[in-house]
Every structure is written in structure tokens, then in C-alpha cells.
């Protein structure tokens, strides 16, 4: 069993106190409810944050999961709630592998739908415009790199133009995360690839910003590394379902993280892992 000083901290909480900061996809969340329904489990619980001053919570990772229990009408859900202030939980950006769309059609939605300006440029000027906050984002294609630019000069951390870039090419491409900007490296991956889209980098701020003002980043852009995360708990809906006070719960949790602990039953794998079934 694992240092208990490292264990999770899993709480019982209400559903409706859980505030996600990014789009949910309702094809995904339609899934998760299927699932649901069929497994009866929460196996794997959505990571949270308190928000300052407030009895609500971030949702840094499962905003599809969050809005299936809305959906399913579950009064409380078992999250893993961490500290955002730990520097051991980082915010990271996921790009976009914008695929099976034609080169035209997608920069004629980012530059006639949306009046953004793309400038040619090199790789290494893009990051360093991108760090320095003097471009929106960047985009790689097969001919090479862009700037992308805006007339009135929005800031880069600003989410409803965030938004309309990627509904440019949302419904229209395939989508895929991309955790770098090779693009020699997400070729092979992605033969119809027709563009790397590159966003800004986001921080606890930005994203605490979206969630107490009830703006959303699009789904797939805002990634976050949690150390110790807890996977597979098979929480029994039932339980999560039932009729009782939360503090009845609450005790059923605590009871339940005691068994778990007695069985031995808790594992802690420090090894970077990969997960073909998600």
C-alpha cells in the first residue's frame, strides 16, 4: 500500500457544486451516460480544486464525466480534490491535430469567417511570439508556420476568441490532442493531418477566471498534471443515488477508504503509464 501521506484526498460532494471550465462534448457525455447506466460504477473520479471563498469547486479534469451525473440527475459525486496551489499540480495546453480538412477551407474560416491575419514565420519566431503574448496562437502546415493575428489585438488569453478558432474547424475535422509541435512527429499519426493548431499557455488563474465567471474553454486545450491521481474506485451509483444526507455519505466513503486500506487494495505505480481504453 502506498504511504497513507500520499493517498488522495476523495470527498463525497454535492454534484451541483462541481463548476467545469471547459466545453463538455455531448457526444462523449451521451456515451459516459450509457456507460453509466450499464456499470453502475464511477470508476474513475473527476479532479477538482476549491474555489476561493466559495463552497463550489474547479473541475480540472472530467468535465464530460461532471455533466454526465448532471445529466443523469446523481445528487453527489466522489472527486479527487487537490490543492491548486501545490507546484506539484501543473497546467499544461494540449494542441489540436486539425485533420481531413482541406488546407483552404480552414484558413479561409480562420481569415474570411473570423478576420484573423496569418504571417508567415519561422518555428522559433512563432514560440518566442507566442511566449512574449504578441500572437493569438500559431498554426503548422505542410508549406510551414503562421502567426495568427487579430486587427484589434485581443489577448491571447481571451476565451471567446479561443472559442471561435476552434469552432472553425470543429464539426468540420477531425480532431486530435497533440502534446507538441513537430510536425514531422504528428504526420506519420495522422496522413490526412491538415494543420497543428498551437494555442497559449494557460495557469490556475486564467482557468479559476473561467469557472467563477462561467466562461468555457473548448474541449481538448487545457490539460492539467495532478500527481497521486486516484483511478479505478467502482463507487457504486447506487450509492451516489441514494436518498441520503450527504454526511450519511460521507461516512459510507470514509468506511469504504478504511476496507480498502485493511485489504490492502490500494496500489501506487510511480511508473509513467499509457491507457489504450479510455
Same mark, same amino acid.
Given at each position: 500500500?502506498?504511504?497513507?501521506?500520499?493517498?488522495? %484526498?476523495?470527498?463525497?460532494?454535492?454534484?451541483?457544486? &462541481?463548476?467545469?471550465?471547459?466545453?463538455?462534448?455531448?457526444?462523449?457525455?451521451?456515451? &459516459?451516460?450509457?456507460?453509466?447506466?450499464?456499470?453502475?460504477? !464511477?470508476?474513475? @473520479?473527476?479532479?477538482?480544486?476549491?474555489?476561493?471563498?466559495?463552497? *463550489?469547486?474547479?473541475?480540472?479534469?472530467?468535465?464530460?464525466?461532471?455533466?454526465? /451525473?448532471?445529466?443523469?440527475?446523481? @445528487?453527489?459525486?466522489?472527486?479527487?480534490?487537490?490543492?491548486?496551489?501545490?507546484?506539484? %499540480?501543473?497546467?499544461?495546453?494540449?494542441?489540436?491535430?486539425?485533420?481531413?480538412?482541406?488546407?483552404?477551407?480552414?484558413?479561409?474560416?480562420?481569415?474570411?469567417?473570423?478576420?484573423?491575419?496569418?504571417?508567415?514565420?519561422? &518555428? *522559433?519566431?512563432?514560440?518566442?511570439? !507566442?511566449?512574449?503574448?504578441?500572437?493569438?496562437g500559431y498554426i503548422i502546415c505542410e508549406d510551414g508556420v503562421r502567426k495568427v493575428y487579430q486587427k484589434d489585438a485581443s489577448k491571447p488569453r481571451d476565451f471567446q476568441l479561443l472559442n471561435q478558432?476552434?469552432?472553425?474547424?470543429?464539426?468540420?475535422?477531425?480532431? /486530435?490532442?497533440?502534446?507538441?509541435?513537430?510536425?514531422?512527429?504528428?504526420?506519420?499519426?495522422?496522413?490526412?493531418?491538415?494543420?497543428?493548431?498551437?494555442?497559449?499557455?494557460?495557469?490556475?488563474?486564467?482557468?479559476?477566471?473561467?469557472?467563477?465567471?462561467?466562461?468555457?474553454? @473548448?474541449?481538448?486545450?487545457?490539460?492539467?498534471?495532478?500527481?497521486?491521481?486516484?483511478?479505478?474506485?467502482?463507487?457504486?451509483?447506487?450509492?451516489?443515488?441514494?436518498?441520503?444526507?450527504?454526511?450519511?455519505?460521507?461516512?459510507? &466513503?470514509?468506511?469504504?477508504?478504511?476496507?480498502?486500506?485493511?485489504?490492502?487494495?490500494?496500489?501506487?505505480?510511480?511508473?509513467?503509464? /499509457?491507457s489504450f481504453n479510455e
Amino acid at each position: 500500500m502506498q504511504d497513507s501521506k500520499k493517498l488522495p %484526498v476523495l470527498c463525497m460532494l454535492p454534484t451541483e457544486s &462541481l463548476i467545469t471550465h471547459e466545453d463538455a462534448d455531448p457526444r462523449r457525455v451521451e456515451k &459516459l451516460c450509457l456507460r453509466l447506466r450499464q456499470e453502475n460504477l !464511477l470508476k474513475n @473520479p473527476p479532479i477538482v480544486a476549491p474555489i476561493p471563498g466559495r463552497e *463550489q469547486y474547479v473541475v480540472l479534469d472530467g468535465a464530460n464525466r461532471t455533466m454526465a /451525473f448532471v445529466s443523469l440527475g446523481i @445528487p453527489h459525486i466522489v472527486a479527487q480534490v487537490v490543492d491548486y496551489n501545490d507546484p506539484e %499540480v501543473v497546467v499544461d495546453t494540449w494542441y489540436h491535430v486539425v485533420s481531413g480538412m482541406a488546407i483552404d477551407r480552414f484558413e479561409e474560416a480562420l481569415t474570411k469567417a473570423l478576420g484573423l491575419h496569418l504571417e508567415a514565420c519561422s &518555428l *522559433q519566431e512563432a514560440r518566442r511570439a !507566442l511566449e512574449a503574448e504578441e500572437t493569438i496562437g500559431y498554426i503548422i502546415c505542410e508549406d510551414g508556420v503562421r502567426k495568427v493575428y487579430q486587427k484589434d489585438a485581443s489577448k491571447p488569453r481571451d476565451f471567446q476568441l479561443l472559442n471561435q478558432i476552434v469552432g472553425a474547424y470543429r464539426g468540420r475535422a477531425d480532431i /486530435f490532442r497533440a502534446s507538441n509541435d513537430i510536425w514531422e512527429i504528428q504526420k506519420p499519426y495522422y496522413p490526412d493531418i491538415t494543420a497543428l493548431v498551437i494555442f497559449p499557455r494557460y495557469c490556475q488563474t486564467d482557468i479559476l477566471h473561467a469557472a467563477i465567471n462561467g466562461y468555457k474553454v @473548448p474541449s481538448g486545450v487545457t490539460r492539467h498534471v495532478i500527481p497521486n491521481r486516484a483511478l479505478n474506485l467502482n463507487i457504486p451509483l447506487g450509492v451516489l443515488w441514494a436518498d441520503w444526507p450527504l454526511k450519511h455519505k460521507e461516512e459510507w &466513503l470514509h468506511e469504504w477508504l478504511m476496507e480498502r486500506m485493511a485489504s490492502n487494495a490500494i496500489r501506487y505505480y510511480a511508473e509513467s503509464t /499509457f491507457s489504450f481504453n479510455e
